[in-house]
């Protein structure tokens, strides 16, 4: 994948094991796409420390590894029940500040 900054990346309890913990990065801008909608999953095994597997959003809209909305500089957060909160947005190509919300489930 490439380079991304303002992006939140959050540990998922629920998909992890005992050797592998797997992880979501939520969107973020990069200087090729601007903000992205993108939802990143990686896989990464505790014993070696490596990147074991990455997925990534093909950016189609009904992929279901994709926000609703493009965002940067946003926060989220696991819920107890296993859903995330996404809250917050600036749109970095814009200037464009917004105060909405998603929650959905990985």
Do not use: C
Request: hydrophobic share 30%; aromatic share 8%.
């Amino acid at each position: 994948p490439r380079p991304l900054a303002h992006h939140t990346t959050l540990y998922i309890p629920s998909l992890s094991s005992s050797s592998s913990h797997q992880f979501l990065t939520l969107g973020g801008y990069n200087p090729t796409d601007g903000t992205t909608a993108k939802i990143r999953k990686f896989k990464v095994d505790e014993t070696t420390a490596n990147l074991v597997t990455s997925y990534a959003s093909t950016g189609v809209s009904d992929d279901p590894l994709q926000l609703n909305s493009a965002r940067a500089m946003h926060s989220s957060f696991m819920l107890s029940n296993g859903t995330v909160l996404t809250i917050g947005n600036y749109y970095t190509s814009t200037g464009t500040v917004t105060g909405t919300t998603e929650i959905w489930s990985p």
